[in-house]
């Protein structure tokens, strides 16, 4: 194949020029990453669960009405992505206290939250993301009220989507990180779920046992990670119920 132009590389991904223009190629690496990068293993197969689940999330939002920048799967590491101008925010919903909410407000790990509460994060890796409120990011202009009213109803679309979704297979989404891009159509622009959905930006816990089933068991050392997100691929039907814990994942189709 010929090289192709390298557009941005990050921590789990890299981003290639796509084939046609306003098109991206998606690659999902094996890296895992914790605290702001101090923390870094390679897990064979994450990328191509990744890549699996990103996609089987990704379509459901777009059949549902929920605009994605997801096109396809090209291969088992790849993806055609729409180009989107991200917004430099984070967006974390949460349905139940964990991680940074628990420390910061001395609540004990999966207490039910009164609603879901949605939080913006500003993406800058030498400040560790830090929580920002609306009155920043309009002052800063990184987004417009409009823009803002937006992404939170966005952002609570995939989560009615990704909780029902886990909920039919026995699984609790805690929380979940999501990344929002602009597309621009002419002069109009459209606000659209981008970079990726997976375990690796969710909480998923099983509602039985309380397992961990995303990054936390990288994060905290509970274990091996491709089993925990072969087990999500599993129960929703992206990988068949044969694979065992060391086997390699294998795609269905
Ligand atoms: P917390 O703020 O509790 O650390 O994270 C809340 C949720 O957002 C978790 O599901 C976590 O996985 C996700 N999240 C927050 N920041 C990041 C990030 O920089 N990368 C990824 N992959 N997920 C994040």
């Known amino acids: 194949m010929a090289r192709r132009k390298k557009i941005y590389e990050g921590k789990a991904k890299i981003l290639y020029e796509g084939p046609e223009p306003g098109t991206l190629v998606q690659y999902f690496k094996d890296d895992a990453t914790a605290y702001n990068a101090e923390k870094h293993a390679v897990i064979d197969g994450k990328g191509v669960l990744n890549n699996r689940l990103s996609e089987f999330f990704m379509t459901g939002l777009n059949a549902i009405g929920v605009p994605t920048h997801f096109i396809r799967r090209l291969n088992m590491r790849e993806q055609l992505v729409r180009q989107v101008e991200i917004i430099p925010l984070e967006v974390v919903v ?15 790990e999966g207490t039910q939250l009164p609603r879901p509460i949605v939080e913006f994060y500003y993406k800058d890796d030498r400040l560790g993301d830090p929580l920002v409120a609306e009155e920043h990011i309009i002052a800063f202009g990184w987004a417009s009220q409009q823009d803002l009213d937006d992404m939170v109803a966005l952002a609570l679309r995939v989560n009615d989507f ?10 609790r989404l805690v929380d979940f990180k999501i990344e929002i891009g602009r597309l621009w159509e002419g002069d109009f622009q459209r606000l659209v779920v981008a970079d990726e959905i997976s ?7 099983d509602i ?5 089933l995303d990054k936390d068991v990288f994060r905290r050392d509970l274990g091996d990670l491709a089993d925990a997100y072969s087990e999500v691929a599993r129960r929703l039907g992206v990988l068949p119920t044969n694979v065992t814990h060391s086997g390699k994942p294998r795609l269905i189709n």
């Open 199 to 205: 375990p690796d930006s969710c909480r998923l816990w």
């Open 208 to 212: 039985e046992t309380g397992r961990h």
């Open 162 to 171: 990704l909780s029902g979704v886990m909920l039919a297979v026995g699984i």
């Open 94 to 108: 949460r349905n139940f206290a964990a991680g940074s909410l628990s420390k910061r407000l001395g609540l004990e």
